[in-house]
């Protein structure tokens, strides 16, 4: 079964340090990726996605994300966070062999100390 | 952001009870989704459809069913609710599906069901 693999379940960062969250996936052929944000008390918003091209996409507020196909992986990149970056972070992927379903990572939660 | 409702915001009720979650959109999308959403378990898939009276399990199923007999609303029942459906639910809508490309989801508010 496709699945999605966040490994970093809680992060905690000062302000204007590096990040980088790490997501893998499971499939095979061809795979649409995705990153979504969860701001507190707020619902899921896109911060970027990959379909096809260049392996690393850029998305809002200066999130980038690179696609490695021979390591399954689509993690996420700040260069430098801030307080307000504090919110949950899912990695999705859609497989074309997955009869329309975006199966979502289980989250990770990210903390940024002023 | 998309015109999604959720309704109603906030729910408790008892275990064995009934309970329907609506979600409404005013974007004429093809496509919407019910998931709910539980600590350590990201995101999950309860049901979705692509058109008026035409949907499909997700990988959590069991326990929902859903409807849609109109383009903007998608309904989600609990026949019977047990407390192991307590969680937040989310409706999301698409245009042309989570496949193709340049597509993406967008998300309601959520709904908060406590069963207790």
């Known amino acids: 079964a496709q699945s999605v693999s966040q490994h970093n379940h809680h992060v905690i960062l000062s302000e204007a340090a590096s990040l980088e969250l790490g997501c893998n996936y499971s499939?095979?052929?061809?795979?649409?990726l995705f990153w979504y944000v969860q701001y507190p008390g707020q619902h899921l918003q896109l911060l970027l996605k990959y379909f096809s091209g260049d392996p690393l996409v850029k998305g809002i507020k200066g999130f980038e994300a690179e696609f490695i196909k021979s390591k399954f992986s689509f993690n996420l990149r700040k260069p430098s966070v801030q307080w307000s970056d504090t919110a949950e972070y899912f990695c999705a992927a859609f497989s074309s062999g997955s009869a329309r379903q975006l199966t979502f990572g289980s989250g990770t939660q990210l903390t940024v100390l002023p | 952001d998309a015109g999604i409702t959720q309704s109603p915001r906030h729910k408790v009720t008892e275990t064995g009870t009934p309970v329907t979650l609506r979600c409404h959109q005013t974007e004429n999308h093809r496509y919407m989704y019910w998931y709910r959403q539980d600590p350590g378990h990201g995101l999950r898939l309860i049901h979705y459809?692509?058109?008026?009276?035409?949907?499909d399990k997700g990988e959590v199923s069991d326990g929902y069913s859903v409807s849609r007999s109109k383009t903007e609303d998608f309904l989600l029942t609990l026949e019977s609710a047990t407390s192991s459906q307590t969680s937040v639910y989310f409706c999301?809508?698409?245009?042309?599906?989570?496949?193709?490309?340049?597509?993406?989801?967008?998300f309601g508010s959520g709904t908060q069901l406590s069963v207790l």
């Open positions: 459809s692509y058109g008026v009276k035409d949907t």
């Open positions: 499939y095979g052929g061809t795979v649409n």
């Open positions: 999301a809508i698409s245009e042309r599906g989570t496949g193709s490309t340049n597509e993406k989801l967008f």
